[in-house]
Each structure stands twice: as structure tokens, then as C-alpha cells.
């Protein structure tokens, strides 16, 4: 037994500092940013539909102070079936399959430019509350960030270039 003593305790020691590393890696994964280095966004904000079963608008800025371009490739927000990512110029509203933001560039979603359409929307999202946008790049990094959820209020189609648009094609 007196010979075991010194291997027991080798085994414990080597044990014992694993599992010190195990959670030293657990807690510098869990203190690790979620977002993609450089990268900032703010306000972000979706306009709830006026009527349950139409698209929501979702609104935000995105910055990318980092030193090298990134392109956005997809949405997502909590609670939407579907996310898409659009553009209207001239008054004609089109997917944006993806976007690149060069470095020091600030672009804006907004109502009546870059803005995300979000599709068939739990009923747990409602007005004064929050969920969750996530954007994709195209490297497979992530940034996301709170959206508050908002009252149709301002309805869309009374920006410019927004009125009588027809957005049931995009709700499948």
C-alpha cells in the first residue's frame, strides 16, 4: 500500500489540475465577446404588423470599425419563422442576397432603404417587449444584439415610395 500512496496521489494531482484547465477553458469561453470583432450594432428595432399575419419591418445600424471588409449574409430574429434582408429603391423593394461593409463604414437599415422583413412571427412577440437579431457573415461569424419590439405606430406605408406596397409573395 505504501507503494500506491506515491501513484495515487501522482493520479489525483494530474486529475485535479485537468479539471483546473477544463474550468479555466469554460470560463474564458464564457467571458469570450459573442460579437465578431469590430462590429457594432445599435437600435435595433422591429415594427410589429398592423395586421397579425403581415411581415415586420426590423430596423438597425450596423458599424464596422474593424480593418477589414465583412459581408452580411443573412437575419434571424427570435420568433420569426423567417428573416430576409431587403432593399427598396424607387419605390421597388427587392431582396439583398448579401452586403459588404467596408472598414469605418456605418450602414443603416431603415424604412425606405436597407430594412428586414420578418415572416410568420410567434405570438409571443408584442409590443414593449424584446427579442433577439442575429446577423450571419460570410465566414460563419455571428454578432447578435437585443431588437425591441414596436407598435405598428408609423405604419410603413405611409414612407415614401412604401405605399400600396404588396408583401404577400414574401410570407411563404
Do not use: W
Not at 506515491?6 to 479539471?19: E, G, K, N, R
Amino acid at each position: 500500500m505504501k507503494r500506491l500512496a506515491p501513484l495515487l496521489l501522482a493520479i489525483s494531482i494530474t486529475a485535479l489540475a485537468a479539471c483546473g484547465q477544463q474550468a479555466s477553458k469554460d470560463s474564458a469561453a464564457e467571458s469570450a465577446p459573442e460579437a465578431k470583432p469590430g462590429l457594432a450594432v445599435t437600435g435595433a428595432e422591429l415594427v410589429l404588423p398592423a395586421v397579425k399575419g403581415n411581415p415586420a419591418g426590423g430596423y438597425f445600424t450596423l458599424v464596422n470599425n474593424s480593418d477589414k471588409p465583412v459581408t452580411l449574409a443573412a437575419v434571424s430574429i427570435d420568433g420569426a419563422a423567417k428573416a430576409e434582408m431587403h432593399e427598396t429603391k424607387g419605390g421597388t423593394m427587392a431582396p439583398l442576397a448579401n452586403l459588404e461593409i467596408k472598414p469605418g463604414e456605418t450602414v443603416k437599415f431603415e424604412r425606405g432603404g436597407k430594412h428586414v422583413m420578418a415572416f410568420d412571427l410567434d405570438a409571443k412577440l408584442t409590443a414593449g417587449g424584446n427579442s433577439e437579431l442575429t446577423l450571419t457573415f460570410a465566414d460563419g461569424d455571428k454578432v447578435s444584439a437585443p431588437i425591441k419590439l414596436a407598435a405598428a405606430g408609423a405604419a410603413m406605408e405611409h414612407i415614401e415610395g412604401m405605399e400600396g406596397m404588396d408583401h404577400s409573395e414574401h410570407s411563404n
